[in-house]
């Protein structure tokens, strides 16, 4: 099982930050060096051959900038970007593939990290036998670096050390994979992502073959039917408006660059901090939910398709939200990730429809929907998300749904996803988080990425 230790990092002494702050500007450097031999022999082809790519003489780079980073992580990085160019080619060919319609948007060649005079974005990768790990009372991390920084610090064998902040998520795995460096200014800490594979002994097995659903919407971000009749209902109003007001801040501080100029440090400051707050947002409803379900005894989660969301969807203001705030896609590959530890399956399956489909009578063209609320003349009245996923639940499980009274409304509050007042009366989702049956591995859950 693939998961990830994600966790802060600590320099000893001030030598030791300068030493890792070249090291990331020095790992950015040759990576933007690389992407732009290679974007100009892709422009040079009007972006119809990818052959030309990859003759930039990336060798050489690579021996330009090998005593600072050593040998292992230049090469490192040329591999890194030679993924991401690997990555875009295959996107662009599913773009133009009619019969593939998981690729909505034409592909972007990779970008760059910043430059020299704005600012470069500190970002680094070590290949994985360069670096090791030690988890304890006083965890570090020790990783190689380039004959000209190995004067500069004080660790032993020419291996920078560096304190590693907090507890991680997964201690004991079998390998580990590419680590991946940078440096967080929205809190000005340097963090690190170690991609490592897990027993598949420490996946939970489901308490019960119970099914549920998921409608993925805009005002409400996520809003689940289970065969159990329990409804759950993420709301994501206020979540979405923080969204909007970084989207203008940066909007507005565009406007005000110099004439050739199209970002700048706290534009791109802004960008991040935006992204991580609703990634961080994301990341906690699939925990969330998902011990919900696990508790409800769930195996099995039904998702709608994008194509489907895209055809069904009631605006282009809707489309936006759901697909560019929410990035339903992203949202759909970290519910699957975060399932297989709870051993649930996620499925992907139409729910078209399923949004304007009166339940009482089944009628998809007489229905109106006036914000949340879904009325049918035949004189049907509720909530049209909820009403949504548990239409979607019976159709692929072709049984009746008997749901409670009212769903268990929550609310984000920049750490957690909490009960809303406006829900029935019952433990609070931390009482249910401590409560042993619901809690795989012996109640200790973590997360993939903190």
């Known amino acids: ?112 990290r910043g430059n020299k005079d704005d600012g470069r974005v500190l970002k680094g990768v070590v290949r994985k036998d360069a670096y090791s790990v030690e988890w304890g009372d006083r965890s570090r991390l020790e990783m190689v670096v380039g004959e000209q920084l190995r004067d500069r610090h004080n660790s032993p064998k020419s291996r920078l050390r560096l304190e590693i902040v907090g507890d991680p998520n997964w201690s004991d795995y079998e390998d580990q994979g590419r680590l991946e460096l940078w440096y967080d200014e929205t809190d000005c800490t340097f963090r690190a992502s170690q991609p490592v594979t897990v027993s598949d002994d420490a996946r939970a097995t489901p308490l019960a073959n119970e099914k549920a659903a998921l409608d993925i919407g805009a005002n409400n971000l996520v809003a689940c039917t289970t065969t159990t009749g329990q409804q759950y209902l993420y709301e994501g109003r206020e979540l979405f408006q923080r969204f909007r007001e970084t989207t203008r801040e940066i909007a507005r501080l565009q406007s005000k660059l110099p004439e050739g100029r199209y970002s700048s440090k706290r534009i791109r400051r802004l960008y991040r901090k935006r992204t991580r707050r609703r990634d961080h947002a994301q990341e906690t409803l699939c925990r969330d939910l998902l011990e919900q379900l696990y508790g409800e005894g769930v195996d099995t989660v039904y998702i709608g398709g994008l194509t489907d969301v895209l055809e069904t969807h009631w605006s282009a203001e809707t489309n936006a939200k759901t697909h560019n705030f929410w990035a339903f896609k992203q949202f759909t590959e970290r519910l699957a990730w975060t399932a297989d530890e709870y051993g649930i399956s996620v499925e992907v399956r139409s729910e078209a429809w399923t949004s304007q489909e009166c339940p009482q009578c089944g009628s998809t063209d007489r229905t109106t929907r006036q914000q949340d609320t879904l009325t049918c003349p035949c004189g049907f009245e509720g909530h049209a998300d909820v009403t949504a996923s548990e239409t979607f639940l019976e159709r692929h499980t072709e049984k009746a749904v008997r749901p409670m009274a009212r769903p268990v409304r929550f609310e984000w509050d920049d750490h957690e996803w909490s009960e809303s007042p406006r829900s029935p009366a019952r433990e609070s989702p931390k009482e249910q988080r401590t409560d042993p049956s619901t809690v795989p591995r012996d109640g200790n859950v973590v997360s993939g990425d903190s």
């Open 1 to 112: 099982m693939k998961r990830a230790n994600t966790f802060a990092m600590r320099p000893l002494t001030a030598d030791d930050e300068q030493v890792l702050r070249d090291l990331l500007d020095a790992s950015a450097a040759l990576w933007n060096e690389i992407n732009y031999q290679r974007l100009m022999r892709y422009n040079d082809k009007d972006g119809f051959e990818d052959e030309d790519v990859w003759d930039a003489d990336t060798g050489a780079l690579e021996g330009k900038y090998k005593a600072v980073l050593g040998a292992s992580t230049a090469q490192t990085v040329r591999r890194a970007n030679t993924e991401a160019w690997r990555s875009f080619f295959r996107l662009k060919k599913q773009f133009h593939d009619e019969s593939n319609t998981s690729v909505t948007e034409h592909p972007e060649p990779p970008g760059f």
